[in-house]
């Protein structure tokens, strides 16, 4: 089929998610999902992200950013600029981040301080440097299906926070109280920008920067309990000396959650296609009950299988 009619056929079965109330940013095309492996292709409140993970398709782009915009116009959506992010393999680690930087293909680049909605949540949004933009498209299903147990309010536990949406979410509908813990100094502080965004008070307890293991080990010892904890984990990461990986420690941080978060619920996340389904499952102590197995939306269709496992479990 020829690369028109492929982004045509992706962004048209897309056609309903222009008209949420709620949500203005998601996913047009998925690469192998829709028919060509190497091509995303994401709407952010009017602005397009195109990410190409195959340099051979480079030649290409003007021509896609070309497409989008046609296509797109012959619908009325608007499209006030069109990015482009490099996401081919780089082997020099110095030269991601110039690598990872978008560069403008058509029409305006976004403002400062560009701002998306999500699950009725606002977040800003940062489609030039880095390679995340600040939200994670692909949890707006699990963030929806949260919802019905944040009215029950308590306490969350918002584990490897980024830029907090989870809590946000959390706390806009009926969670009374959110703790978020994240290495990275950058993030939280762009999760207290989404706080503020949202008209949520906040402390700086509200907010620690601390390697999540530590954090609940602390924890453990003040024999603290929270009603839910959101354990959404990078499958790999390596930061100073506090690696995490999926395959070496998600057991022993159930085990540690499983201690704060007694009677209460637990959100756990792989996100990677090399782990199955049954094995996602069986890294769970048996007595945990899942209440919902959530994986990417319909934006994001699959080949074979997922690569999001987004579970609830009740503790015992
Ligand atoms: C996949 S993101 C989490 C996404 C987030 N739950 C959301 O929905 O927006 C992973 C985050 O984990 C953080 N991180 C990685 N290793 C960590 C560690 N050992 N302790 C705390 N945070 C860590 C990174 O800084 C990054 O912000």
Redesign the pocket.
């Known amino acids: 089929m020829p690369f028109y009619k492929i982004i045509e056929q992706a962004i048209h079965a897309r056609e309903h998610l222009f008209h949420s109330t709620d949500t203005n940013a998601f996913r047009l095309f998925n690469a192998a999902g829709d028919n060509l492996e190497g091509l995303i292709i994401d709407y952010y409140n009017g602005f397009v992200l195109l990410q190409l993970y195959d340099s051979s398709l480079y030649a290409a782009y003007p021509q896609i950013s070309h497409y989008c915009t046609k296509i797109l116009a012959a619908l009325h959506f608007p499209v006030n600029g069109i990015l482009l992010k490099d996401r081919s393999k780089v082997n020099d680690p110095q030269k991601i981040a110039q690598i990872r930087k978008s560069i403008l293909v058509d029409g305006n680049l976004p403002p400062d301080n560009f701002i998306i909605s999500q699950n009725n949540i606002l977040a800003h949004v940062d489609l030039i440097g880095g390679q995340?933009t600040g939200?994670?498209l692909d949890?707006r299903m699990v963030r929806q299906k949260m919802m019905k147990y944040y009215m029950q309010g308590g306490r969350l536990l918002?584990?490897?926070?980024?830029?907090?949406?989870?809590a946000v979410h959390a706390l806009k509908n009926g969670i009374q109280y959110a703790v978020n813990?994240?290495?990275?100094q950058t993030?939280l502080n762009r999760a207290k920008q989404n706080y503020l965004l949202n008209d949520i008070q906040h402390d700086s307890r509200d907010f620690v920067k601390?390697?999540?293991?530590q954090?609940l080990k602390k924890m453990v010892k003040q024999n603290a309990q929270f009603d839910c904890v959101?354990f959404?984990?990078?499958t790999f990461?390596r930061?100073k000396k506090?690696?995490?990986s999926v395959k070496t420690h998600y057991k022993d941080y159930l085990s540690l959650i499983e201690k704060v978060a007694q009677g209460g619920y637990v959100l756990t996340?792989i996100?990677s296609v090399s782990i199955s389904v049954r094995d996602y499952r069986s890294l769970h102590p048996q007595y945990w009950k899942l209440e919902f197995l959530e994986h990417e939306p319909e934006d994001f269709p699959y080949k074979s299988a997922p690569y999001l496992k987004a579970g609830l479990w009740k503790l015992p």
Request: glycine fraction near 2%; charged fraction near 10%; proline fraction near 6%.
């Open positions: 995340n939200v994670f949890m918002n584990l490897f926070c980024y830029t907090g949406l989870f813990v994240d290495i990275s993030v601390l390697d999540c293991m954090y959101i959404d984990p990078p990461s930061n506090k690696n995490f996340t996100n």
